[in-house]
């Protein structure tokens, strides 16, 4: 492990979270970003990171001393076994860049994109070698939520698939294989599901948002973390989970587009905590104190949860 190379191609809040990952499972990282300020305060960011996951500072040193920032995408995949990239979502963008990497890394390089709905199987569609190509969708923050979806192309070869997963797996995550590049993979398609329904309760005047959220972190949410919905279903019996479908499924919201009233929201320039405005109002305070409550409830989990 210790002279197996990652490379991580974007030194943002995915790219940082990524790096760390490897690094403090005892890989040598190299990272590179354009921007120099984002190359410049990548170890900050980590170190920053690692602090608020309670490691104690000789941790963090040695997880700083496995990462090696580099000035160029050629000098940071040209040695490696995988290279991550996290790019924005452009797809010209992560063509653009695949198209660099594939040039300078060795030609048994693993490439993986992570992107959260992007489909994997256009931005790898210009490669040379596409057999080595795969998605993976780290969830936010990378570095603390295990799930990585690794994400199938029509060309990925078995053994570059069953070799990711062994190497997010070694890595501490919690790898799960999506045979077919679909738009939300697995992840996005079950939460969006979700909240497509709770934002229909509210425009339908049902309940208002607290209300929703009320019910999901003080109902079912509260068993997400052990028991997923098949396996709920199983337990209260699939005759029953078929009643309740026959009843409830033809009022849930089906529309194939877009909540009129997200449109209308977002329009109007109430997009959430960086506006001030969404479903609620907030103040800078109340956004960030939501913020460090999700990280600390997090951190948590790992601590209570079977493996």
């Not at 490379?7 to 690094?23: C, D, K, R, S, Y």
Request: hydrophobic content about 45%; proline content about 5%.
């Amino acid at each position: 492990m210790s002279n197996q190379w990652i490379g991580v191609i974007g030194a943002g809040l995915m790219g940082h979270g990524i790096a760390l990952t490897f690094a403090k499972a005892g890989y040598r990282v190299a990272i590179h970003d354009p921007v120099q300020a984002a190359r410049d305060g990548v170890k900050a960011r980590i170190s920053e990171s690692l602090t608020i996951m309670g490691e104690a500072p000789e941790g963090v040193s040695a997880v700083l001393d496995r990462v090696e920032v580099r000035d160029t995408l050629a000098g940071t995949v040209q040695a490696t076994s995988t290279v991550f990239e996290a790019a924005p979502e452009k797809m010209e963008l992560k063509q653009a860049i695949f198209a660099e990497i594939e040039a300078h890394a060795p030609s048994d390089a693993i490439l993986a994109s992570n992107t959260s709905v992007m489909p994997i199987t256009q931005i790898m569609s210009k490669l040379q070698n596409k057999g080595r190509a795969i998605g993976t969708h780290w969830w936010n923050p990378p570095h603390l939520i295990p799930l990585v979806e690794v994400v199938r192309t029509e060309w990925t070869e078995d053994a570059v698939a069953e070799t990711a997963m062994a190497l997010l797996l070694e890595a501490g995550k919690t790898p799960v294989l999506v045979a077919k590049d679909v738009p939300g993979f697995i992840g996005n398609r079950l939460q969006h599901a979700l909240w497509r329904e709770a934002i229909s309760l509210v425009e339908r005047g049902i309940c208002d948002a607290a209300s929703v959220d009320t019910v999901i972190k003080n109902c079912f949410g509260r068993r997400l973390s052990v028991l997923g919905p098949l396996e709920n279903a199983d337990l209260v019996g699939l005759d029953l989970t078929l009643d309740i479908h026959s009843q409830v499924l033809a009022d849930l919201e089906a529309r194939q587009g877009p909540s009129p009233l997200l449109e209308e929201m977002v329009r109007e320039g109430r997009i959430g905590m960086k506006s001030g405005r969404g479903f609620y109002d907030w103040t800078p305070e109340e956004a960030s104190a939501v913020r460090s409550r999700v990280s600390t409830h997090l951190q948590k989990l790992e601590t209570i949860l079977p493996e």
